[in-house]
């Protein structure tokens, strides 16, 4: 067996509760939610109890959550000016990332995050097809077109023979 893509989700908008989570928590086999940030106490909450998460796994701040080894790709639900400053910091930090579209405000913000994942050598992608797919089948299609999806079910092999 396959072990999950652990994705995290940032904002915890109408977008995220009504359709994103809920379609994650449908696709398990393939997927685990395992964090949130969101800066608005109230929504992260909302968040934290749709996703079947502990306290300990959310954080106000993104930068906590981009700090966590067990996060493998991020769902970035957040207005599109926010977009980019958190998806060059996910790239940095070696993590995956599916935009809520549109992916930018303006065109330089866009490159910046292409040129950002390109030289972290992750994937930035917009969700373009959600609303025939939903995020799950988007981020996995993403993943195997970047030969992601492999790498890590290999990583996650590794991980778990040093475990045994």
Request: net charge negative; charged share 25%; hydrophobic share 45%.
């Amino acid at each position: 067996m396959t072990e999950p893509i652990r994705v995290a989700l940032v904002g915890c908008g109408n977008i995220a509760l009504g359709f994103h989570i809920p379609a994650y928590l449908t696709a398990d086999d393939r997927f685990r939610i395992v964090g949130i940030a969101d800066p608005t106490p109230e929504r992260l909450e909302l968040g934290r109890v749709a996703a079947g998460l502990t306290p300990e796994q959310v954080h106000a701040d993104v930068a906590e959550l981009l700090a966590r080894d067990d996060v493998d790709a991020l769902d970035l639900c957040t207005p599109q000016h926010l977009h980019r400053d958190v998806a060059v910091a996910a790239a940095r930090a070696g993590k995956h990332v599916l935009c809520e579209k549109p992916i930018a405000a303006v065109p330089a913000d866009a490159e910046a995050m292409r040129a950002a994942a390109e030289k972290a050598g992750t994937v930035v992608d917009e969700a373009t097809e959600v609303v025939d797919d939903g995020p799950a089948a988007v981020l996995e299609r993403v993943l195997d077109r970047s030969g992601y999806a492999a790498a890590l079910q290999e990583q996650h092999s590794v991980e778990a023979e040093g475990r045994l």
